[in-house]
């Protein structure tokens, strides 16, 4: 059966609900934050999977202002709006080059600097607000640089477990027509 329209839409709630669940409890569970905005992160891609990059997309913003309407402490939510709600996009677009090379490079070159902005960035901006861990900032590219290839891993096997449980979609096969 073709997933229609009203499939999409109800599914489109259903992660943006999960999404922004998830957001919520990281802002309250210590320890486990950048589990459950991993965890956000995995409704972008099902939407992308599942209407393309602009469902993808649509989840990412909503799910970004529901946060910060909804959670009240807005800065835990910063993990997720600057790098976990859009990295399935960012992945999309990156691993449409067949290289797998290319593919790493370009993910570990966009966090590297991602996360030297990030550490230089809110030390400068929010040190008072945000407790950064006290490592020079070398040391935390590298051990940020190998938990996002950790990360990346899994939600390479993850989407792939969802591809091969729920999807693609084939028309059932017609019966033959009695003449």
């Known amino acids: 059966m073709k997933r229609?329209?009203?499939?999409?839409?109800a599914l489109g709630g259903l992660c943006l609900a999960l999404a922004?669940?998830?957001?919520?409890g990281a802002s309250f569970v210590p320890g486990i934050d950048m589990t459950l905005f991993a965890i956000a992160?995995?409704?972008?891609?099902?939407?992308?999977i599942e209407t393309g990059v602009g469902g993808g997309l649509l989840i990412y913003v909503g799910a970004c202002i529901l946060g910060l309407i909804l959670v009240p402490a807005k800065l835990a939510l910063i993990p997720y709006i600057f790098f976990f709600g859009y990295y399935?996009?960012?992945?999309?677009?990156?691993?449409?080059?067949?290289?797998?090379?290319?593919?790493?490079?370009?993910?570990l070159i966009f966090f590297a600097a991602l996360l030297c902005f990030g550490l230089l960035g809110f030390r400068a901006v929010l040190a008072?607000?945000?407790?950064?861990?006290?490592?020079?900032?070398?040391?935390?590219?590298?051990?940020g640089t190998l938990m996002l290839l950790v990360y990346d891993y899994i939600l390479t096997f993850l989407i792939n477990f969802y591809r091969r449980r729920f999807g693609p979609v084939r028309e059932p096969e017609q019966p033959p027509k009695l003449s």
Do not use: H, R
């Not at 922004?20 to 919520?24: A, E, L, N, T």
């Not at 992160?41 to 992308?48: D, K």
């Open 4 to 9: 229609n329209k009203t499939f999409k839409i």
């Open 20 to 24: 922004v669940i998830f957001m919520f």
């Open 41 to 48: 992160s995995l409704f972008t891609v099902i939407m992308i």
């Open 88 to 107: 399935g996009i960012l992945k999309y677009f990156i691993e449409k080059s067949k290289s797998g090379v290319v593919q790493i490079s370009l993910k």
């Open 128 to 143: 008072s607000a945000v407790d950064l861990p006290d490592f020079p900032v070398a040391v935390l590219i590298i051990g």
